[in-house]
């Protein structure tokens, strides 16, 4: 799925040649580990009530509440109870949503419009940070996909105006930013090599060092929407495999840690269809992918969820 306007799709990559700053990052203590995989400092939950991410999710089913046609790329908040997306307005300009609900499993109230935050051009992935305070996406407002973020002081306010994230946006269309548990690092897909694939960015304090391809996910095909664990030991993420119809598959890949490549992606067949099927967030216990399908003929948000 991408903007009626000016999308274009980022590449993929492998890890960073040294790894030390994430993997010490993602490492430092036990118990940071466990609440970051189970939820970064949002959500509290031990790694016994984790889903195991070999088992398959069950039939998807729509995300309850969200019933607009043309919906794309779901994001939530750490507790499930805020969820971004993108709609088209009525020129076709890709403009960012909003919606909550009083429980991580009940329907959401009606979307509203993050005026803050969206232009007159495209704004669309959006990606809320482990604390809830700042917002990471896309937008085309300087002529080229690019990533932005906007902050607010706290969960009940409204986002204050973007900023471009400059050490991310290289010469080359970038976007579908995934931000990695408590900010490890940032996950996106670039156009540098002229065909979608999936870059990651490692955190310096407040911003992000060059971007690093993840070669072992990396093929003719496009790859991108990287959408990973806490401690990057699963990704979710597209390629484009035309088979019998199909256009955007959903594939994933797993590793034992961050040192280490990725395993041979495999598709995840209980998820895709005939039509375009693509990942947008995975929540902290890996039980629940929310992902955008249009086996509908239209673009809707659906959730799959797999038992602990």
Not at 65 to 94: H, K
Request: charged share 20%; glycine share 10%.
């Amino acid at each position: 799925m991408r903007p009626a306007r000016a999308f274009l799709l980022l590449l993929g990559g492998c890890l960073f040649p040294d790894l030390g700053g994430i993997v010490a990052t993602a490492d430092a203590g036990a118990d940071a580990d466990a609440a970051d995989e189970s939820g970064g400092d949002a959500v509290s939950a031990d790694a016994a009530t984790l889903c195991d991410p070999s088992t398959p999710f069950g039939t998807p089913a729509p995300v309850p509440g969200i019933t607009l046609q043309g919906a794309e790329n779901p994001r939530l908040s750490a507790d499930e109870t805020e969820i971004f997306f993108q709609v088209y307005d009525d020129v076709g300009a890709a403009d960012i949503v909003h919606a909550t609900r009083a429980s991580a499993l009940g329907g959401f109230g009606s979307p509203s419009w993050l005026t803050s935050v969206n232009s007159t051009m495209d704004d669309w992935d959006p990606m809320l940070s482990a604390d809830g305070v700042t917002l990471v996406f896309a937008s085309d407002r300087s002529g080229v996909d690019g990533v932005y973020r906007a902050t607010r002081p706290s969960v009940s306010a409204d986002f204050g105006s973007p900023s471009e994230v400059a050490a991310v946006n290289v010469p080359f269309d970038v976007s579908k930013p995934y931000v990695q548990g408590t900010n490890v690092a940032l996950w996106y897909e670039s156009q540098a090599t002229g065909n979608g694939d999936i870059y990651v960015a490692a955190s310096i304090g407040s911003d992000y060092g060059a971007g690093q391809l993840v070669t072992e996910l990396d093929t003719v095909a496009e790859e991108g929407f990287p959408v990973v664990n806490a401690l990057a030991t699963v990704i979710y993420f597209f390629r484009t495999v035309p088979d019998a119809g199909t256009n955007e598959d959903v594939w994933t890949a797993r590793r034992a840690n961050a040192s280490l490549p990725f395993e041979t992606p495999v598709p995840v067949t209980e998820l895709n269809s005939a039509s375009d099927d693509t990942p947008g967030w995975l929540s902290p216990d890996l039980c629940r992918l929310y992902f955008t399908s249009t086996r509908t003929g239209s673009s809707l948000l659906y959730v799959a969820t797999r038992t602990p």
